[in-house]
């Protein structure tokens, strides 16, 4: 059964059950369609180190694949510093960050880039 969307909490269960006990895959997407951005809980200045999900600094917002090529990814906003000041509800971009780029950040780039 093909589904655009995976609701992890509510279906974690099912999918461990579904591989374990059925030895059925649990799901592939065939395209990234969209991600969830860093957006600051409030007021952030340069210098300041990002908690990630969950913490004091931001909140995840989800974004189309078209309008997210140069946001901060939710899963990539821990343990980064910020380059510049940035406002509260502003949503923050890779740029804003000293992220080093890695094999991880490269995936996510070429998924996001355009066919």
Known sequence: MY????????ELSISVLSA??????????????????AVAKRDLKR???????????VWGKALPAARAAH??????AHDVTLTR????GE??????TDIAEDDVLTLYRTALAPA
């Open 20 to 37: 374990a006990l059925r030895n059925e895959p649990t799901g592939q997407s065939r395209e990234m369609r969209g991600t969830v951005a």
């Open 71 to 76: 946001a901060l990814p939710i899963g990539l």
């Open 47 to 57: 210098g300041e180190r990002l908690d990630g999900e969950g913490g004091y600094t």
């Open 3 to 10: 589904k655009p969307f995976h609701l992890i909490g509510m």
């Open 91 to 96: 949503m923050l971009r890779l740029s804003d």
């Open 85 to 88: 000041d940035v406002a509260r």
